[in-house]
């Protein structure tokens, strides 16, 4: 019965790591001006420095 159970333990766990990679791999419908607007959102949230978001001077 302990021979079970260890041999259970991989068996679960391949069968979560089967389900997670076909959960990855699905495909996803993104639309292309929303993740384009996103992306230059965040590039110029990335191109600010802190002190220009926070409005604080710099000693």
Do not use: K
């Amino acid at each position: 019965m302990a021979a079970m159970v260890w041999l259970l333990i991989p068996f679960i766990t391949g069968i979560g790591a089967v389900t997670w990679a076909v959960y990855a791999q699905r495909p996803r419908r993104g639309d292309l001006w929303d993740t384009s607007t996103r992306h230059a959102r965040m590039r110029d949230a990335l191109g600010r420095s802190l002190t220009e978001r926070s409005g604080l001077q710099p000693r």
